[in-house]
């Protein structure tokens, strides 16, 4: 016996939906995160995939990007790793990150464009930006209070006029 032993006529055909979200800020986290050889076989990448979190109707889409940090190219270097670590610290992520799994499962926001320039029968989305969620960027202000001698660890650091909930406006 083969080792699928699969009937699809148990099944509904679903279809795979590449069509682009909309341009603008969604709440999204890293599934995936692995370093990989270029193509050329010269350099190396960090390729990522993000899964949409908000808003709802676009929940579990899935964005892709990818990051030079090897390439014969000194400014595919420098590109890629100015990307990396705006998403570094987006993350809340300073100073070293030694394996890529470090950036897993951690909300972000990202803004999306859409391009068409590789295919432009087959436009995708694209992230421009990396930005840190509300409850990041309150985490980061309290370590920065906390380095910089403002209050003493396990005091209450300053606190901005955030909302108790993590919704971006979209």
Same mark, same amino acid.
């Given at each position: 016996?083969?080792?699928?032993?699969?009937?699809?006529?148990?099944?509904?055909?679903?279809?795979?939906?590449?069509?682009?979200?909309?341009?603008?800020?969604?709440?999204?986290?890293?599934?995936?995160?692995?370093?990989?050889?270029?193509?050329?076989?010269?350099?190396?990448?960090?390729?990522?995939?993000?899964?949409?979190?908000?808003?709802?109707?676009?929940?579990?889409?899935?964005?892709?990007?990818?990051?030079?940090?090897?390439?014969? /190219?000194?400014?595919?270097?420098?590109?890629?790793?100015?990307?990396?670590?705006?998403?570094?610290?987006?993350?809340?992520?300073?100073?070293?990150?030694?394996?890529?799994?470090?950036?897993?499962?951690?909300?972000?926001?990202?803004?999306?464009?859409?391009?068409?320039?590789?295919?432009?029968?087959?436009?995708?989305?694209?992230?421009?930006?990396? /930005?840190?969620?509300?409850?990041?960027?309150?985490?980061?202000d309290k370590l920065?209070?906390?380095? /910089?001698?403002?209050?003493?660890?396990?005091?209450?650091?300053?606190?901005?006029?955030?909302?108790?909930?993590?919704d971006v406006n979209?």
């Open positions: 016996m083969g080792d699928l032993n699969f009937n699809s006529d148990e099944h509904k055909p679903k279809d795979r939906d590449f069509t682009p979200v909309p341009e603008g800020e969604y709440k999204a986290w890293i599934t995936e995160a692995r370093v990989v050889s270029t193509k050329a076989g010269d350099g190396k990448m960090l390729k990522v995939t993000l899964e949409l979190l908000e808003p709802v109707e676009f929940a579990r889409k899935k964005v892709f990007d990818m990051f030079n940090i090897q390439n014969p /190219s000194a400014q595919a270097v420098e590109i890629g790793l100015g990307q990396l670590s705006a998403l570094c610290k987006a993350l809340g992520k300073s100073g070293i990150v030694e394996d890529s799994s470090e950036l897993l499962n951690i909300e972000v926001v990202v803004k999306l464009k859409i391009d068409d320039s590789y295919d432009p029968s087959k436009p995708q989305n694209k992230v421009v930006k990396y /930005s840190p969620t509300k409850a990041t960027q309150r985490a980061l920065a209070a906390i380095t /910089s001698g403002v209050v003493a660890p396990g005091e209450a650091a300053p606190v901005d006029d955030f909302p108790d909930d993590d979209f």
